[in-house]
């Protein structure tokens, strides 16, 4: 072999070392972002931007930072609605978050919530007013006395 192949060779082989070093930069690094949705009592039905999620507590992986709406029911109990800003952290930044991006190590943002259900209030059982009238109701209609009956009377 001739040097000068030699030193191609050796060039081709940093230069694909190199490739293959930044590729698998790219591909191990990862960011996770978790939110855990609790409530008391738990078991409420858990609905998340309009899509159902199952139940109470619940952990799942989210993709973007930004406003959400969440509602939360259960038999019994009054239906809770809110809405809520999940914030970035500092590190997700623009520009920091491309360095951390390219990072060769998983990164995880967990985040969680919690809500406390208030019971329904049982409605009262409705009642009948009381009655204006003091004496008993008669059964019959009174009839006024006629004029043939009452010139008898005289």
């Not at 989210?62 to 959400?68: A, D, L």
């Not at 999940?86 to 995880?108: G, H, Q, S, T």
């Not at 009655?131 to 209609?141: D, F, I, N, Q, T």
């Not at 009174?142 to 009956?149: C, D, K, R």
Request: charged residues 20%.
């Amino acid at each position: 072999m001739r040097p000068e192949t030699r030193d191609q060779t050796t060039h081709h082989l940093l230069v694909s070392c190199l490739l293959s070093l930044v590729s698998c930069l790219f591909l191990t690094s990862c960011i996770r972002r978790n939110l855990t949705i609790r409530s008391e009592p738990p078991g409420a039905r858990l609905i998340v931007n309009d899509k159902d999620l199952g139940t109470t507590p619940l952990s799942y992986d989210f993709e973007w930072y930004g406003s959400y709406r969440i509602s939360l029911t259960k038999d019994g109990y009054e239906r809770l609605d809110d809405q809520v800003r999940l914030r970035a952290p500092m590190y997700f930044w623009i520009p920091v978050d491309l360095v951390v991006e390219l990072l060769p190590f998983k990164i995880r943002d967990t985040k969680a919530l919690s809500y406390t259900l208030t019971p329904k209030t049982p409605l009262p059982t409705p009642t009948l007013p009381a009655s204006p009238l003091a004496g008993p109701v008669p059964s019959e209609p009174s009839q006024a006395p006629s004029e043939e009956a009452h010139g008898q009377a005289r």
